[in-house]
Every structure is written in C-alpha cells, then in structure tokens.
C-alpha cells in the first residue's frame, strides 16, 4: 500500500468509528476534564429606570430592518441594556416608569415577505417583551421621528400616525392590548397631544387641526387659521411641549418660535411668536437646525434649541451651541458653546437635570443645562442613532 492509499484507509477508519470512538476517549477522561453542562442561568433585572437614563434610538441604517434602543446612564457614561426592535421603530415610555412602548415594523421572512406592523409591550426592568398588539391599518414608514406616535396625556391610548397615502392615527387602548380603530385626518399629519382625548396635527397650509376622539375610537376634528408659512419658512416636524400649560412649542427654519396654547378641551388658542434670532446673529447666518433639535425642562421653564451658522436651508445641519430661551421674556437667555456638533438634544425631566446631546457619529455629550458646563462625552452609543428619550421621575 502506497503512503496515499494508507492515508485515505486511516481517515476512512477514523470515520467509520464515529461516535463510539470519540465516547471512548471521553469515557476515559479524568473527572475534572470533563464539561458538564450548565443547567441553570439567570437572566438580570434593572432596577427602576432612573430619570438619568438615556434611551437612544438607533435606527442602524447598516441593517434597518433590526433598529435598536441603546440605554445609557448619563450620570456615569456606563451602558445599561438594549431593545431589540424592527423598521424604523417609534419608542415611547410610560409615565410610569413600568414599560417600553415601540411601534415598529417586520417582515416574514426578514426582507421581504408578509408586512406586519404592531406596538410591542416592553418591560421596563427586564427589557422583555411582554405583549404585541397589530396594527392593521399599518403605520407611517420614515427614518424615526417623535410625532410619528404618542401617548394621550393619561397615558390610557397610544396614537400612531399613517400615511398610505391617506392620512389617518390608529388608536391603541393600551390598558386592555387592543387596536380600537383608525381615525381619519383631512390631509394633515403627526401626532401631538394635547390632553386626555385629544391631539393635534399639522396641517400643510401652515395651520393645525384639532382632533377630539373617544374610547370607542369615534372622533371629531376643528381645523384652524394658519400660524406659519409653510411655503418660505417652515416649522420643524419635532416640537417641544411644557407638559404644565400644555403649550407647544414650534420652531421654524429661519428661527421663529411659535407658542401654541390650548383650552381645556384641546382647541387652539391664538397662536403668539417671535424670532429667537436676532438682527446682529442673523446677519452672521446663526439659524436652527438638526433632526430632535429643541427640548423643554418643566422646572427650569426653558426652551432649548440646536443653533448653527449656515445658509437657508441648511435646516438639517447639526447645532454649533445650544440656546436657552425664556419664554416669559422672550429672549436668549445663555448660549452653549458644544463640544462637538450636534443632531439631536434631550433634557433629562427631573429636578436636577442633564443636557444631553447626540452627534451625527453616535457619540453623547452631557452638559449641565444651568451652567453650560460639559460633564462628560460618552462614545459609541450607536450606528446611526437619531433620538433621545427618558423617563419621568
């Protein structure tokens, strides 16, 4: 036998003895070389989520099909979990501090196949998901933005915003887990709320409808007088709202802000604003821009908005320094200089709270929004991540 035909014998003997053979050899180990298997594991618990957690939306652009939520600690820079969620997702969290809420999108067979789009029930603590609740009448499909969805303001309803191309709000009772039905909009989009049963929506000729609902998903809508001219300054989609008088507040492009007050039952009042820019800044082309680009803290009753120099337009360029702007006065009360620019900012809702901020790069400054001090910068927060969010104290 040549040394070729011995070669191929041995492999084929090696071959044929399989598992016995290798059962032998284990057999005949010593007691402390053998691996036992794990039987028991734990999976760990969060403690209640505190108001300095950041929960950072990462629409991972790399593979949108699979976004995530990154949740990190402000106060330490230290990574706290992960939600694992579908397309282009919207997150909301309860007033509670008990769950995650995240509206969101999948696919049979990853890419392709049946759509199927749901509010899943998160966990708070443990980051499971405990409830899926489908959407029928499907949900809006644009890069994560926070009036895609919200809360009613006693948390009861969840509202999803469509667009198919029909605009309407799904209404999800989320105290019983059920999809309640859809409600129509006479061509205007976005969710904001504006009390129990109640929101409104901004409508393309510059103005807001008044929608009026009911827990068996009937609605009546109120449409108002234009506010802003949505053809040469328009207003950004993301609004800040003081959660005490329930106003919003807009932004525009060119650096209007636009207060919108409402009564007691949801109808707008008139609508009062001012430039936040004035004639020395504007002249050196300071002007708002970003994605989440204004905040507002209850306690500190200021407004906070990403400011850039650039030419018009530029509404999507990220913000050199962060303004604070007093309502009461209107005027810019402190300019804060970032470290790096910024897409997105969050105000931590307690009553000692973070600037939080977020670069286009995933990485989160953290500032005292009193001082204007940066605290720290924590890295790597996510891939493509566009939104802030945490909890109420």
């Known amino acids: 036998m040549g040394r070729r035909g011995w070669i191929l014998g041995t492999v084929v003997a090696t071959l044929l003895a399989g598992p016995a053979g290798a059962q032998q050899d284990i057999g005949v180990l010593p007691e402390q070389a053998r691996l036992v298997p794990e039987e028991e594991f734990t999976i760990r618990t969060l403690p209640e989520p505190s108001p300095h957690w950041v929960y950072v939306l990462d629409v991972a652009f790399d593979n949108l099909v699979a976004s995530r939520v990154n949740i990190f600690d402000a106060d330490t820079g230290d990574f706290v979990g992960v939600l694992h969620s579908g397309y282009v997702p919207n997150v909301l969290l309860a007033p509670d501090r008990s769950a995650v809420y995240i509206v969101e999108t999948y696919w049979s067979h990853g890419t392709r196949g049946k759509r199927e789009d749901l509010v899943t029930v998160f966990d708070s603590r443990t980051l499971e998901a405990e409830a899926e609740i489908v959407l029928p009448k499907g949900r809006a499909l644009v890069v994560s933005k926070q009036p895609v969805a919200a809360l009613s303001d006693d948390a009861r309803f969840l509202l999803s915003f469509n667009l198919s191309p029909a605009t309407s709000v799904s209404l999800v009772d989320l105290g019983a887990q059920r999809y309640v039905g859809e409600i129509e909009s006479p061509g205007c989009s976005l969710v904001y709320p504006t009390g129990d049963r109640s929101f409104s929506m901004l409508c393309p000729d510059g103005s807001l409808v008044d929608v009026s609902f009911r827990e068996d998903g009937s609605a009546t809508t109120a449409d108002n007088e234009p506010f802003f001219d949505s053809e040469t300054d328009p207003v950004f989609e993301h609004a800040a709202r003081d959660s005490a008088s329930r106003a919003w507040f807009f932004v525009s492009y060119d650096g209007r802000l636009y207060e919108v007050a409402y009564d007691e039952k949801g109808r707008t009042k008139p609508v009062d604003s001012w430039s936040i820019v004035g004639k020395a800044e504007a002249e050196e082309g300071w002007r708002p821009g970003g994605w989440q680009l204004v905040g507002w803290h209850d306690g500190l009753k200021r407004l906070f908005v990403l ?30 200089a970032l470290e790096e620019p910024s897409l997105s900012l969050f105000l931590t809702r307690d009553a000692d709270p973070l600037l939080v901020t977020l670069t286009e790069t995933g990485v989160l400054g953290v500032y005292d929004p009193q001082t204007g001090e940066h605290l720290r910068s924590v890295e790597g927060v996510g891939v493509t991540p566009f939104l802030l969010d945490g909890f109420r104290p």
């Open 307 to 336: 400011m850039h120099k650039g030419p018009k337009w530029s509404h999507k360029w990220p913000g050199e320094e962060v303004w604070v702007i007093d309502p009461a006065t209107n005027g810019v009360e402190r300019r804060i």
